[in-house]
């Protein structure tokens, strides 16, 4: 498919984050708003984003620039993995399996043989790939998705999440309390035993362990946990508390065997929404606030559905509705937060002119009518506040002469929150 557009990540500092971690988000879309979605982070710098109607956004240099292509495919789309910088799967609705094999530049329609929804993908060679989703379904490649083996015998339920280990060892969870688990790569899967009927979703599997959550799943994509699960032999599953004080998560990811993270968001009536991530440092044994923070409806359309993935210790993403999240330090430190230009809708409420500027000053045009409790920030490539601005009219200019030449983007607030930020070239 064609290459869309580019743009840039932007850096800034808010107040309206409350945590003990250094996540940092952007606002990926508005307009349609996206709802789904799933992330892979590869390494320090390569991380791909899949969004609702089968946008695909790539990052090679760690969120600094994006590049935005079109799949060709429509619908929602669930989970993606990618085996290597270039091989990758995705599924989603309507028994949906692209595939790309130059990094998500092109991709193509597999037939996957079911209409059903696809909701987790897992890759455990080159060559396999497992599916589930809905009514049981249950798909397995053994040529890179050139064909699919579809089992719908295993059960009839909503099967939500599937992980392997190994080549030998996976699990897969689905509502009330459907769980099975193979030792000999899916040759044959075995009834696990596990104490609860709640509905299971977002397996997550380390090296040792594999974990697990235990809750509400319903036809709409809403998943909500109530409490965790663990094992260390495929066979007994231990509970473990998971601390979620305003609604229960919806996605569970351990990067090692004690380090792990779990997300949850919530809407209000009130047009007021909360991202709540907690961390566990001892393979969830104990949890911690790593970061909590209040956004609106349109940023999260979709509550409690999100994705997590982290290339190292330190390096992680979590994809919520139109935020899009990043921690270059395992969550532990001061918060930087990133919003983008929306590149996918272009719909921007200001314009600044010119731009590059060589000139002392620069103006803004405002594409809204109310522009009261209106500030502009301006910040340099390293997220330092620069100048402030509150004195704003539908044109307000603006005095740079102090500013050197450099990149620097100036973000756009209402009544203290971020809604835009648009890149400046200072020649």
């Given at each position: 498919?064609?290459?869309?557009?580019?743009?840039?990540?932007?850096?800034f500092?808010?107040?309206?984050?409350?945590s003990?971690?250094?996540?940092?988000?952007?606002?990926?879309?508005n307009?349609?708003?996206?709802?789904f979605?799933?992330?892979?982070?590869?390494?320090?710098?390569?991380?791909?984003?899949?969004?609702?109607?089968?946008?695909?956004?790539?990052?090679?240099?760690g969120?600094?620039?994006?590049?935005?292509?079109?799949?060709?495919?429509?619908?929602?789309?669930?989970?993606?993995?990618f085996y290597?910088?270039?091989?990758?799967?995705?599924?989603?609705?309507?028994?949906?399996?692209?595939k790309?094999?130059?990094?998500g530049?092109?991709?193509?329609?597999?037939?996957?043989?079911?209409s059903?929804?696809?909701?987790?993908?897992?890759?455990?060679?080159l060559?396999?790939?497992?599916?589930?989703?809905?009514?049981?379904?249950?798909?397995?490649?053994?040529?890179?998705?050139?064909?699919?083996?579809?089992?719908?015998?295993m059960?009839?339920?909503?099967?939500?999440?599937?992980?392997f280990r190994?080549?030998?060892?996976?699990?897969?969870?689905?509502?009330?309390?459907?769980?099975?688990?193979?030792?000999?790569?899916g040759?044959?899967?075995?009834?696990?035993n596990?104490?609860?009927?709640?509905?299971?979703?977002?397996?997550?599997?380390t090296?040792?362990s594999?974990?697990?959550?235990?809750?509400?799943?319903?036809?709409?994509?809403?998943?909500?946990?109530?409490?965790?699960f663990k094992?260390?032999?495929?066979?007994d599953?231990?509970e473990?508390y998971i601390?979620?004080?305003?609604?229960?998560?919806?996605?569970?990811?351990?990067?090692?065997?004690?380090?792990?993270f779990?997300?949850?968001?919530?809407?209000m009536?009130c047009?007021c929404c909360?991202l709540d991530?907690?961390?566990?440092?001892?393979?969830?044994?104990?949890?911690?606030?790593?970061?909590?923070?209040?956004?609106?409806?349109?940023?999260?359309?979709?509550?409690?559905?999100?994705?997590?993935?982290?290339?190292t210790?330190?390096?992680?993403?979590?994809?919520s509705?139109?935020?899009?999240?990043?921690?270059?330090?395992?969550?532990t430190?001061?918060?930087?937060?990133?919003n983008?230009?929306?590149?996918?809708?272009?719909?921007?409420?200001?314009?600044?002119?010119?731009?590059?500027?060589?000139?002392n000053?620069?103006n803004?045009?405002?594409?809204?009518?109310?522009?009261?409790?209106?500030?502009?920030?301006?910040?340099?490539?390293?997220?330092?506040?620069?100048?402030s601005?509150?004195?704003?009219?539908?044109?307000?200019?603006?005095?740079?002469?102090?500013?050197?030449q450099?990149?620097?983007?100036?973000?756009?607030?209402?009544?203290?929150?971020?809604?835009a930020?648009?890149?400046?070239?200072?020649?």
């Open positions: 498919m064609k290459l869309l557009t580019t743009s840039i990540f932007i850096f500092i808010t107040t309206q984050l409350f003990q971690d250094g996540w940092d988000y952007q606002i990926i879309n307009g349609n708003y996206n709802q979605g799933a992330i892979c982070a590869m390494d320090d710098n390569q991380v791909y984003v899949i969004l609702d109607d089968g946008i695909f956004l790539k990052s090679t240099d969120g600094v620039i994006w590049m935005e292509y079109n799949t060709g495919v429509s619908g929602y789309f669930f989970d993606m993995v290597s910088n270039d091989i990758g799967f995705a599924v989603g609705t309507n028994g949906s399996v692209i790309t094999i130059n990094g530049e092109d991709w193509m329609l597999l037939s996957s043989g079911t059903n929804d696809l909701f987790s993908i897992s890759m455990p060679s060559n396999t790939i497992w599916v589930v989703g809905d009514n049981g379904t249950v798909l397995n490649s053994v040529d890179q998705g050139g064909t699919w083996v579809l089992d719908n015998t059960s009839d339920e909503k099967l939500n999440s599937i992980s190994d080549t030998d060892t996976g699990f897969i969870a689905g509502n009330n309390g459907a769980l099975f688990h193979t030792q000999n790569g040759v044959l899967w075995e009834v696990s596990i104490t609860t009927n709640d509905d299971l979703f977002s397996i997550s599997t090296n040792n594999s974990f697990l959550l235990a809750g509400y799943v319903d036809d709409y994509y809403y998943y909500a946990g109530y409490t965790g094992t260390n032999n495929s066979i599953w231990e473990f601390n979620s004080p305003d609604v229960g998560p919806s996605k569970l990811y351990f990067h090692n065997d004690d380090l792990g779990s997300a949850a968001a919530a809407c009536l047009d909360i991530i907690d961390k566990s440092s001892n393979s969830g044994e104990n949890w911690e606030d790593s970061c909590y923070f209040e956004t609106t409806a349109a940023n999260l359309l979709t509550p409690n559905y999100l994705d997590i993935d982290f290339a210790d330190e390096i992680g993403y979590v994809l509705g139109s935020l899009l999240l990043k921690t270059m330090d395992g969550g430190n001061t918060v930087i937060i990133l983008i230009d929306d590149f996918i809708y272009n719909n921007n409420p200001f314009s600044i002119y010119p731009n590059p500027a060589s000139s000053n620069i803004i045009d405002f594409n809204i009518t109310d522009t009261s409790e209106l500030s502009i920030n301006l910040f340099d490539i390293n997220g330092k506040n620069l100048l601005e509150s004195d704003i009219t539908s044109k307000t200019s603006i005095d740079i002469s102090s500013i050197s450099g990149i620097y983007f100036v973000s756009l607030l209402k009544e203290g929150h971020v809604i930020t648009q890149k400046l070239i200072v020649d």
